[in-house]
Antibody
């Protein structure tokens, strides 16, 4: 089955760290740009980060630059998001998504999301 | 960059057609052919229904169509069905720095 399954979310104190995982199955993981997108309660979807399939440098939203790192383990078909120095405003459901090659902002497969709460 | 602007809610009756607008700026929707739309039902992952302004992924009903004029993109749903009740989000490429902008979402109610 073609799917993405996120895990690793939870409650963390401000300043803390979390690592989110996104397990991909049913498709050639290495051939697609992969993304993290988040949605805070009652707010719009917000793009967080992109990992390029061709090895070009990853990109990040200004709000997370320097604090979050996207990576992948192709042997495990898994995408990661290492989140450091977490802030209350990082509280959101985090989705991983697959991009259609050659078509910007076309996210054709999403996971169910993993919730992250940053609170003391 | 601010989020793209969508109406908070729209409603229609079964069988009707309706259009959801998504307004951006000269830096995003007006400048690129990369606009996508997503359907999100409660408890489900977002689903891509339109990309590249007016392209439908395989398996998406042809009742969904997209268009763009200037800085405004539109999603039209024809022959409304109760199963279309969901939140709809637009998305636009916004250049290499900002990269991606989403709209605030529109709640569709089928009366």
């Amino acid at each position: 089955e073609v799917q993405l399954v996120e895990s690793g979310g939870g409650l963390v104190q401000p300043g803390g760290s979390l690592r989110l995982s996104c397990a991909a199955s049913g498709f050639p993981f290495i051939s697609h740009n992969m993304y993290w997108i988040r949605q805070a309660p009652g707010k719009e979807l917000v793009w967080v980060s992109r990992l390029n399939s061709d090895g070009r440098p990853s990109t990040y939203a200004d709000s997370v630059k320097g604090r979050f790192t996207i990576s992948r383990d192709t042997s495990k078909n898994t995408l990661y998001l290492q989140m450091n120095s977490l802030r209350a405003e990082d509280t959101a459901v985090y989705f991983c998504a697959r991009g259609i090659e050659g078509h910007a902002v076309a996210f054709d497969l999403w996971g169910q999301g993993t919730p992250v709460t940053v609170s003391s | 960059h601010s989020a793209l602007t969508q109406p908070a809610s729209v409603s229609g009756s079964p069988g009707q057609s309706l259009t959801i607008s998504c307004t951006g700026t000269s830096s995003d929707i007006a400048s690129y052919k990369y606009v996508s739309w997503y359907q999100r039902s409660p408890g489900k992952a977002p689903k891509l229904i339109i990309y590249d302004v007016n392209e439908r992924p395989s398996g998406v009903s042809n009742r969904f169509s997209g268009s763009k004029s200037g800085d405004t993109a539109s999603l039209t749903i024809s022959g409304l069905q109760t199963e279309d009740e969901a939140d709809y989000y637009c998305c636009s490429y916004a250049g290499s720095d900002t990269y991606v902008l989403f709209g605030g979402g529109t709640k569709l109610t089928v009366l």
